[in-house]
T-cell receptor
Framework: QQQVKQSPQSLIVQKGGISIINCAYE??????FPWYQQFPGKGPALLIA?????SEKKEGRFTISFNKSAKQFSLHIMDSQPGDSATYFC?????????????FGSGTRLQVQP | NAGVTQTPKFQVLKTGQSMTLQCAQD?????MSWYRQDPGMGLRLIHY???????DQGEVPNGYNVSRSTTEDFPLRLLSAAPSQTSVYFC?????????????FGPGTRLTVL
């Protein structure tokens, strides 16, 4: 059972364009939604994260939009650069007494063409 | 700080062999976990630990054992390797659980089981 569904699987964007990656979740107990960035041969690294009490969070060129009623969240990369070419994973977790782990989406391979 | 370190970086095993993947962190993190990464499936949790002497199963624990005798180390043991265990394995740690806390990932171990 895939609790976090991510799309698209791959994305090609021109330099300067906007990259958009979408995720949908099923478990309404999730209360933390991070995005991780992974370069080839490296481990994932936290990029940006949001809690469901806000609808948007921006850090530089990266923005998370969150729609609690639709159970969806997305990553927007403005002015995409070739250095942004990587695989991006959305994830979700819940606090409290549930399993203390991140549930990851399947990943999106982003290629930014110069 | 070295962060999260993993050894070996690459490993080839024959079916039925056993081995231990090593993971260590020098950030005094309570929470450590093991994920496997397979194409198109994101990262899936194998086992995790909330402190020395405390471990629990994740989403895909079969065929793997863990122990946590110290805060720093969290080895993953493959008892009898199978081709289905061919994957890239990542160890991660955080100050507390993964909710609201950045997970720091190691560089990964690429395992091939023939």
């Amino acid at each position: 059972q895939q609790q976090v569904k991510q799309s698209p699987q791959s994305l090609i964007v021109q330099k300067g364009g906007i990259s958009i990656i979408n995720c949908a979740y099923e478990n309404t107990a999730f209360d933390y939604f991070p995005w991780y960035q992974q370069f080839p041969g490296k481990g994932p690294a936290l990029l940006i994260a949001i809690r469901p009490d806000v609808s948007e969070k921006k850090e530089g060129r990266f923005t998370i939009s969150f729609n609690k009623s639709a159970k969806q969240f997305s990553l927007h990369i403005m002015d995409s650069q070739p250095g942004d070419s990587a695989t991006y994973f959305c994830a979700a977790s819940m606090g409290g007494t549930g399993r203390r782990a991140l549930t990851f989406g399947s990943g999106t391979r982003l290629q930014v063409q110069p | 700080n070295a962060g999260v370190t993993q050894t070996p970086k690459f490993q080839v095993l024959k079916t039925g062999q056993s081995m231990t993947l090593q993971c260590a962190q020098d950030m005094n993190h309570e929470y450590m976990s093991w994920y496997r990464q397979d194409p198109g499936m994101g990262l899936r949790l194998i086992h995790y630990s909330v402190g020395a002497g405390i471990t629990d199963q994740g989403e895909v624990p079969n065929g793997y054992n863990v122990s946590r005798s110290t805060t720093e180390d969290f080895p993953l043991r493959l008892l009898s390797a199978a081709p289905s265990q061919t994957s890239v394995y990542f160890c991660a740690s955080s100050f507390r659980g993964p909710s609201y806390n950045e997970q720091f990932f190691g560089p990964g171990t690429r395992l091939t089981v023939l």
